[in-house]
Each structure stands twice: as C-alpha cells, then as structure tokens.
T-cell receptor, first 112, second 116 residues
Framework: GESVGLHLPTLSVQEGDNSIINCAYS??????FIWYKQESGKGPQFIID?????DKRQGQRVTVLLNKTVKHLSLQIAATQPGDSAVYFC???????????FGRGTSLIVHP | NAGVMQNPRHLVRRRGQEARLRCSPM?????VYWYRQLPEEGLKFMVY????????ESGMPKERFSAEFPKEGPSILRIQQVVRGDSAAYFC??????????????FGPGTRLTVL
C-alpha cells in the first residue's frame, strides 16, 4: 500500500557537521510534507514544511528538499549541534487531508 | 500562553481496566487531534474533534475506544477494557482552526500508557 518511510533508522554525526535525513514517499497524491523533531519524552515539534509546488524551502539552519520525480524528501541541518539530537519524522498529507501520515523516524545522534 | 497539556503523563493499568487520557488544548484552540505512537514508530492518527463534535474518527478502533471534547473542559480519550496491545504513547495536538497549516498544530507531551 501507499507508505511513507525513511532510509536510515540512525544517523550519527559530529558536532558542527551537516546532517541529511532522507525520506521516501509513495503516495502520488501527497502534496504537503512536514518534518517534525521529537526529543525523548516529548511530543513532536514542527520544524519545517513544504508544498509540492516547491522544490526547496529554507528555515533557520534547516533546509527541506523535495524531489517529486523520485518521490523523495530530505531534511538538511547545517552545523549540527548536540541539541539537535532527537528522532526526526517526515510526514505527508494530500488530497485535501489535514491529517499527516508519519514515517517511522530517524534517530539523529550528535557527538560533541 | 501555556502549551498543550496532557495528563496523566504516565498511566499504568491492568488488563480489563479503563484508561482515561486528558488533553487541554492551547488557549484559543478549538480543534484537537489524538495520535498513538508505538515504540520506535511514527505517530498514527486516531481522531479529530472540535468542541462537542467528532469530525474524523477514521483512525480510532471501533471497539473499546471513544473520544469526546465537551463544551467545557479537556478532551478525553477513553479506552475501556485495556489490553497489553494498547500500551503506547498517546499524543494530542491542537490547532486554532480546521485544516490549518501544520505549523499551527502543536503537540502535547503525551501520556504513556502501560498495560500490565
């Protein structure tokens, strides 16, 4: 069936490096994508979103890239900090639905 | 402005008991969403409510689970006759309007339910 999934379950990086977290989606009706950060013991926190009419969107230290041809989404974090350590989820919504479908998550570990 | 509040933060129940999870949305928010998260998995949508109305319950099991959002007071997710498979983290989120962008949907800290 249609699904949203992540390539890597765990990503370890050194402080100061750039991090790239990837996500594949298969629902061609998806037109809205969101990245969330979830720290241990907390609820998800919105990071950045992108609509399907865009290829790239930048926030503070984060960039989301959308490749609709291969149905791929990525989150880039510049100058990763220990406080960025968390589980990152991509989620998609489409067809007018306001309810996001979450992927499994990638655990980002930042080593000082 | 306090964020989304959930209580209890941790709840332990024995099989067959009832679990009641409460969610107080952010001030000014009249839309509440409940999600369930199993260990090492993403959140799965359960139900979407507005004040006194269930808008979408497509993700909620038909039996044993119910949700309400009364005119006054918090939203309640109720699980009757709990089973071990109900053990999970339950999150609620609130937003100020229907179909809002997801940067307007804020999550609470969750209730971790353990069924013995």
């Amino acid at each position: 069936g249609e699904s949203v999934g992540l390539h890597l379950p765990t990503l370890s990086v050194q402080e100061g490096d750039n991090s790239i977290i990837n996500c594949a989606y298969s629902n061609s009706a998806s037109d809205y994508f969101i990245w969330y950060k979830q720290e241990s013991g907390k609820g998800p926190q919105f990071i950045i979103d992108i609509r399907s009419n865009m290829d790239k969107r930048q926030g503070q230290r984060v960039t989301v890239l959308l490749n609709k041809t291969v149905k791929h989404l990525s989150l880039q974090i510049a100058a990763t900090q220990p406080g960025d350590s968390a589980v990152y989820f991509c989620a998609e919504a489409g067809g007018g639905s306001y309810i996001p479908t979450f992927g499994r998550g990638t655990s980002l570990i930042v080593h000082p | 402005n306090a964020g989304v509040m959930q209580n209890p933060r941790h709840l332990v129940r024995r099989r067959g008991q009832e679990a009641r999870l409460r969610c107080s949305p952010m001030k000014g928010h009249s839309h509440v969403y409940w999600y369930r998260q199993l260990p090492e998995e993403g959140l799965k949508f359960m139900v979407y409510l507005q004040k006194e109305n269930i808008i979408d319950e497509s993700g909620m099991p038909k039996e044993r689970f119910s949700a309400e959002f009364p005119k006054e007071g918090p939203s309640i997710l109720r699980i009757q006759q709990v089973v071990r498979g109900d053990s999970a983290a339950y999150f609620c989120a609130s937003s100020p309007r229907a179909g809002g962008a997801h940067n307007e949907q804020f999550f609470g800290p969750g209730t971790r339910l353990t069924v013995l």
